[in-house]
């Protein structure tokens, strides 16, 4: 197990909450939440946060560990500590959550069809991931026992696993209606088993924890900080429930070109281009006026 443990602190909509978020996942699938010190028998970490006078509830889950204070203390009077106090715990090596004395739910997995014919998005009811990951070889997917296991199917061509879902990319060798059962039982007997989806120190080599994420975005010019906002807030949704993802590539202040890559669902559909053309071009030329002219995917 990691034994090197940060933790950084995020604001939410709410001021009440925040997130303390971890370098590493701390739960295997299951979120945790506790309204009081008596429901939270069986996680050690929630008991000792309970103590503290200000904590009104405890939310446990993946990577991170939000809590909700009560009125008589402000967060930025006291998050700093509870941030040290974390860290100080999971580097002990303590139990965050006995897992085993909660109660086992059910896993279950559907298919779900994406606008790209090639991709089917299989969606659990169990969180998989903190942060997206796509792998277009079984090379790339050494991080991912998930994905390197799927990869060992002769029909498929790439892997995005995002959130609760997996997105598998076909080749044209098969059709879906012969494949769909087969690979839904595979996901969910994989997720059942307990099997890791995602190193656990994944993100960190692929430099995508949020602090690395952060330090990236505040070194962009402040154009290309508002089209990642904008994809962020009104395209990103979008294309997740179709089972893909757009990410921002570059900005060039002379040709007033945004350049991005397509990943999952998004990469290679047919109805990409227009999608680029017709929604996501015009929304950034709308929203910022003079400063963009066209927007250019790099793949798909």
Not at 64 to 93: H, K, M
């Amino acid at each position: 197990m990691m034994s090197n443990y940060t933790v950084s602190i995020q604001n939410t909509n709410n001021p009440k909450i925040i997130k303390f978020e971890v370098n590493s996942v701390i739960t295997r699938y299951n979120s945790f939440e506790y309204e009081n010190i008596d429901q939270a028998t069986n996680s050690p970490l929630a008991q000792q946060l309970f103590y503290l006078p200000f904590v009104k509830k405890v939310y446990i889950s993946g990577n991170f560990i939000a809590i909700e204070r009560f009125d008589i203390v402000e967060w930025t009077a006291v998050q700093d500590e509870v941030a040290e106090q974390i860290a100080a715990y999971l580097n002990s090596g303590a139990n965050v959550v006995n897992e085993e004395d909660s109660k086992k739910v059910p896993v279950t997995v559907y298919a779900e069809s994406t606008p790209n014919p090639a991709v089917l998005k299989f969606v659990s009811n169990k969180k998989l991931v903190t942060s997206l990951f796509e792998f277009t070889s079984i090379d790339e997917a050494k991080i991912s026992p998930l994905a390197t296991e799927l990869f060992h199917f002769p029909f498929v061509k790439s892997v995005f696993i995002d959130e609760n879902y997996v997105s598998v990319t076909k080749y044209e060798v098969a059709e879906w209606n012969d494949i769909t059962m087969e690979v839904r039982e595979f996901i969910k007997t994989f997720l059942e088993n307990d099997k890791e989806v995602i190193l656990e120190d994944a993100s960190e080599q692929l430099q995508k924890t949020t602090v690395q994420l952060d330090a990236e975005f505040d070194k962009l010019d402040d154009i290309s900080k508002e089209i990642v906002n904008i994809l962020e807030e009104y395209v990103k949704p979008a294309v997740a429930s179709d089972g893909g993802n757009i990410q921002f590539e570059s900005y060039d202040p002379e040709t007033k070109n945004v350049k991005v890559i397509l990943q999952g669902a998004c990469s290679g559909c047919p109805s990409s281009t227009f999608t680029l053309k017709n929604g996501i071009e015009n929304m950034l030329k709308e929203m910022l006026k003079d400063k963009v002219e066209t927007v250019e995917a790099i793949n798909g």
